[in-house]
Every structure is written in C-alpha cells, then in structure tokens.
C-alpha cells in the first residue's frame, strides 16, 4: 500500500489561496524596495530599518553617504580661489570615504587624476600670468618708488 495520496485540484486551490493570503499579511515585514520593473524585494526587513532588507539599507546609505560627500567636497572648489589647503583638504576627506566604501574606487581614481591636474594648471596658469602681466610684486615695488 502507498502512502502517497493523489492531490485534487481542489486541495491545490487550496494551498494557493492560503499561501496568496499569508503573503499579503506577512507583505508588511518585508523590504519596500520596488525594482524598475514594478517586482518588489521579498528579503525581510532589518529590525534597525523601518524599510528596508540588509542589502537595501546598505545601498541607500552608501548613496546617501556619496551625496553627502559629494556636496562637502564641492564647497572646496565653488570659490573664486582655490587654495593647495583647499585641495589637500578635499582629498584628505575623500580618501577615508574610499576606504570606507562610500566612493567606488574607479570614482576615487578619477577625482585623484582631477586633483592631480588641478595643481599643475594652476602653477602653469601663473606662469602665464607673469610672463604676460609681469610679476605683482614688480610693479608693486615700481608704483612706490614712483611716489
């Protein structure tokens, strides 16, 4: 005799409607995460996060972290003048950023070429300057001996 018993499609509706309504209570202690295509993450929540898994919450707050960098490193380099502090500043704040994995290190590769460059064509953009304007300093001394 076999133990196995022929499953009706009635006892199959069943599981169905059972499993489809336990889905929709236990919808609320999941990740709120939507992908693009409408499906929504079905990991639990963390009990830390209100809204999302582990993998979510991590990806929000590297993002978070990376906007937050991003707009500290941006008020070295909206001024007028930018000074070696200002630069020596900006990377020192970027550099944990990167060891901490909030900036990819391909980003951080980039902004360090930037800032590499950055000094050069400031010291030839001086250059420029004298060799074209003089040095301030010589016409300053000029302008005093004149008066």
Request: hydrophobic share 35%; net charge positive.
């Amino acid at each position: 005799m076999s133990s196995l018993k022929a499953v009706g499609r009635s006892t199959a509706a069943r599981k169905v409607g059972r499993l489809t309504a336990t889905n929709k209570t236990d919808r609320v202690s999941l990740c709120i995460f939507s992908f693009s295509d409408g499906r929504r993450c079905r990991t639990p929540r963390l009990r830390d996060n209100p809204h999302f898994c582990f993998y979510h919450a991590q990806k929000e707050a590297r993002a978070r972290t990376a906007q937050k960098l991003g707009k500290d490193l941006a008020s070295f380099f909206s001024g007028d003048y930018l000074s070696a502090c200002d630069l020596s500043t900006a990377l020192a704040r970027l550099i944990p950023a990167v060891v901490r994995g909030d900036v990819k290190p391909r980003a951080a590769r980039t902004v360090a070429y930037l800032a590499q460059t950055l000094p050069q064509s400031i010291h030839i953009s001086q250059h420029e300057y004298i060799e074209r304007w003089g040095s301030v300093r010589r016409k300053a001394d000029a302008s005093l001996r004149s008066a």
